[in-house]
């Protein structure tokens, strides 16, 4: 997941809990340099593996209560064990990057969606622990929140994504609208293309509103918090829309005003419950 860093990681949000904020500074400083270490510098794809391993090492240390010599895991350990985290999650997103370096190419869509079952729905259930909130509806809403943001991220990023060498639209739907790598290098901007991301769009805007639910169950900062990550993501699909999925040229951004009509939209969203 490409968190340039973790956008959908609420690190830096007002709405975050002062209380809160150690602990989810500790998570993304582990989420952030594993990210790296999968994705940034001159590594070799065995000594990217092989330092990734080395942190999975690191969570089982955790588990079994051994000490680590690392300062991060050692900060680390006492937030999962302070906020009763789930240990699956962190190696989850570990899977996901190590992922990140040997797979270029996705198949098909229920290949993309496990990876990101991996990449990015660990955030939403390491958030909704923190907030003593992980039900089994809770995580599942959060779970379809988070793919769809991922799903998204991936839409808007096609043209940065093809300059490392990976593609994340599957190759089956590829397939079906016509549409070849070669046409993803020249930028080819034509009926077929528009077609196939007005049909990845809707069916991100399908994913993120099936979970929105959790957003007004969920009571005080957090639902807040989640409101507003739910319509940003609907606004970045409505800009995809609006340049019939030109992203080569135009990759939609969220803009000061844009924060207006999300806040309005988030406001509503409490209003109609």
């Known amino acids: 997941m490409s968190v340039e860093h973790y956008e959908n990681f609420p690190v830096a949000s007002i709405l975050l809990p002062p209380h809160l904020r150690p602990a989810v500074e500790v998570i993304y400083a582990f989420a952030r340099s594993a990210d790296d270490i999968a994705d940034e510098g001159d590594a070799t794809p065995e000594q990217r593996l092989t330092a990734l391993s080395a942190y999975e090492q690191e969570l089982d240390f955790i588990e079994q209560n051994s000490n680590s010599s690392q300062p991060m895991f050692i900060a680390l350990a006492d937030v999962i064990r302070q906020h009763q985290l789930p240990l699956q999650a962190f190696r989850d997103l570990l899977s996901a990057f190590k992922q990140d370096v040997v797979a270029t190419r996705y198949a098909d869509f ?25 039900t089994p509806e809770n995580i599942r809403d959060s779970d379809a929140i988070c793919s769809a943001l991922q799903l998204i991220n991936f839409w808007q990023d096609v043209a940065i994504d093809w300059k490392k060498q990976r593609i994340y639209l599957p190759q089956t739907d590829m397939q079906t609208f016509g549409i070849s790598e070669q046409d993803i290098a020249n930028q080819k901007m034509n ?23 959790l957003a007004t169950r969920l009571p005080g900062r957090i639902g807040w918090e989640l409101r507003l990550v739910i319509q940003g993501g ?23 005003k844009d924060w207006l009509v999300l806040s309005w939209r988030a406001l509503r969203m409490s209003s109609r419950n």
């Open 234 to 256: 609907l606004r970045i699909i409505e800009k995809i829309e609006a340049v019939k999925g030109d992203v080569f040229h135009h990759r939609p951004t969220l803009k000061a």
């Open 110 to 134: 229920e290949l993309l969606q496990d990876y990101c079952r991996r990449s990015a729905n660990p955030v939403g259930r390491i958030m909704l622990h923190l907030y003593r909130a992980a």
């Open 191 to 213: 009926a077929a293309w528009q077609a196939l991301m007005q049909f990845q769009t809707a069916r991100a805007r399908q994913m993120m509103l099936s979970g929105s639910g």
